[in-house]
């Protein structure tokens, strides 16, 4: 390695400091060519990207965007990561999850890298009298097992514990959660009538006999699976923790033992700086909680890959999210990290998408050597600042809800389910707008593709919370497509109208193509509207053309047959054009009343 001489000059002495006030002059050049006429910081704003909550990103942060002192790894306010070491000394937990009793599978698992198991247990999953059998060759004492019973969880933990004394695991060497979260489990299916004495007194032998092993979950991923937003999926976790400190402690329990019984989960999106920022101020907010019970303490993560983004359509792509949402959740600092497989939305995962979910880890932590950093997003202007942002709203939320009375009290009074279903309706308007692009479902879909398809995975809970996806309302589009060539032997199709030369028409044909796509319409863009067996057409050119030639050529197919005719562009004022797509547009209700138009049931 060559070592350059310290001459004391620095590489950038020639070259005078750029100012803040110069970039926004340039900003508001660039907005000027477009027709904006902004300037100062609301050039800035101009550039700004609204997020859900309130809150805003700029597109650029200094120095100048301060935020309160994140501390040290290892220390309150615990931003910067719950121990000092961090994820160094191995990287993270690698938990995979198991739904079914399939012994081979966890065991493959585990010889490939997976570090705990994951089993969703009881009437969702793994019958409890099958938990022997599936870990069976398993080295408890190796291995953390980690259950989620829902209303099995008594007999689940008791089936555990007898299995731990049966083959002869030391107390203290028994690793994992036994995974009590009845607000959890309520969320889940509306049934609010789990006894907590069973959970206390589970929680009392863990404080007391195994000191590895925690009995409570508080499960975040039913408010995020529900639609709710990253302050909102905070706020819940955060009033269901205080919420179980208060019933530990009522039971017997020390503020000290009743904080160490609770491990949280969250879930990690494609959205990688929202998912960094959210485990960071999970674990702040979290020490603010500790700290005024009189106990303070860090906060154990378990980070989950969203399921509301994995898509039914070209799969593959999920693998894509998956890396991103795991590279965030270990920027962000979580303990354990779950990748569900890419074909988690279709059902039981096979070899190969368990291969690639456990790999996704593996890769990240041991070729990308993420885990060699403490703390990777630390001293990020941006990162620090959304992560203060991000804490505030968050508490504001679980301010609210205690007001309210509590979780359990917004859970049963349907205020929480009401307000997470506005946040999700407003993002719900950002997919259908395509604001929001969904690789391989909104945009870029594949009509050709060969649907994957596996076994039935057991039915989850349900009763309680929506569960929402994003490509919920283009998947139905699809349906309707799917039902229509089954039926038929051909999907409905729409003839893409080209006006004048390739460089007036492509890029406005190639949107159009990808629209209607999404919505499961086949594009006709060869021979003539006569000959293309469709009823619909939209027209594709530039906006000269459309003033040249727009009105005669929609007059003329209207009077060959053609019964809507659409026109790729923005409004305009032409005859016999009966609607406009252009970006922005409502997709899904373009496609719907399109799928309506056509017979398409």
């Not at 329990?253 to 959205?271: C, G, I, K, P």
Request: charge should be negative; aromatic fraction near 6%; charged fraction near 25%.
């Amino acid at each position: 390695m060559t070592v350059l001489p310290d001459d004391g000059l620095s590489l950038a002495a020639e070259f005078p400091d750029a100012t803040h006030e110069q970039w926004q002059r340039l900003v508001e050049g660039v907005l000027r060519k477009s027709g904006k006429e902004v300037s100062g910081a609301a050039a800035e704003d101009a550039l700004s990207t609204t997020l859900e909550d309130g809150l805003r990103a700029r597109p650029l942060y200094t120095a100048d965007d301060s935020a309160p002192d994140p501390g040290l790894p290892g220390f309150a306010p615990f931003v910067r990561g719950g121990r000092p070491e961090g994820n160094t000394l191995g990287g993270w937990d690698v938990r995979q999850q198991h739904t079914a009793a399939d012994g081979a599978a966890v065991l493959g698992d585990l010889e490939n890298g997976v570090t705990s198991l994951w089993l969703v247990a009881g009437a969702d999953g793994i019958p409890v009298s099958s938990l022997d059998r599936v870990l069976d060759g398993v080295y408890l004492d190796l291995a953390p097992v980690v259950l989620d019973a829902g209303r099995d969880v008594e007999p689940a933990a008791r089936e555990l514990l007898r299995l731990y004394q049966e083959r002869g695991v030391a107390k203290e060497a028994a690793r994992g959660n036994l995974g009590a979260d009845p607000l959890g489990h309520e969320a889940r299916t509306g049934d609010g009538g789990l006894d907590f004495a069973p959970v206390a007194a589970l929680a009392g032998l863990c404080a007391e006999e195994y000191p590895g092993l925690r009995a409570l979950t508080v499960d975040a991923l039913p408010y995020h699976e529900a639609g709710g937003s990253a302050a909102q999926e905070l706020g819940s976790s955060l009033a269901t923790g205080v919420a179980y400190l208060r019933e530990l402690t009522e039971a017997g329990l020390s503020v000290q033992q009743a904080v160490a019984q609770l491990e949280f989960r969250y879930a990690a999106t494609a959205d990688q700086f929202l998912t960094i920022a959210k485990l960071r101020a999970a674990r702040r907010l979290w020490a603010r909680v500790t700290e005024v019970c009189g106990a303070p303490g860090g906060q154990v993560q378990h980070a989950v890959t969203s399921p509301v983004m994995m898509s039914r359509r070209d799969p593959w792509v999920n693998m894509l999210r998956t890396t991103v949402a795991t590279l965030a959740a270990g920027v962000g600092g979580a303990d354990a990290v779950t990748v569900l497989p890419f074909d988690h939305a279709l059902g039981l995962p096979d070899a190969f998408a368990r291969r690639i979910a456990r790999n996704t880890s593996t890769i990240l932590v041991e070729e990308s050597h993420l885990s060699r950093v403490i703390d990777p997003a630390g001293g990020s202007w941006y990162v620090e600042r959304l992560t203060d942002e991000l804490a505030h709203a968050g508490w504001e939320f679980f301010q609210w809800i205690e007001r309210e009375g509590g979780q359990a009290a917004v859970l049963r009074s349907g205020r929480l389910g009401q307000d997470l279903a506005r946040t999700w309706e407003a993002r719900s308007a950002k997919l259908a707008e395509r604001r929001e692009p969904v690789t391989g479902v909104s945009e870029f879909p594949n009509l050709a593709e060969r649907l994957v398809e596996r076994a039935p995975a057991p039915v989850p809970p349900s009763g309680g919370l929506p569960r929402v996806r994003r490509d919920e309302a283009f998947e139905a589009l699809r349906a309707r497509s799917d039902a229509h060539l089954a039926a038929t032997g051909s999907r409905p199709r729409i003839f893409l109208a080209a006006l004048g030369p390739a460089a007036a028409h492509t890029a406005r044909l190639t949107f159009a193509s990808n629209l209607f796509q999404a919505g499961g319409i086949e594009p006709v863009t060869e021979g003539a509207f006569e000959d293309s067996g469709a009823t619909e057409v939209c027209l594709c050119s530039s906006d000269t053309l459309y003033e040249e030639r727009a009105a005669e050529v929609a007059g003329e197919l209207k009077a060959t047959g053609a019964g809507h005719v659409f026109l790729a562009g923005r409004p305009g004022q032409y005859p016999d054009v009966d609607a406009y797509v252009f970006a922005g547009c409502d997709a899904v209700a373009v496609l719907s009343a399109t799928l309506d138009r056509m017979g398409v049931s």
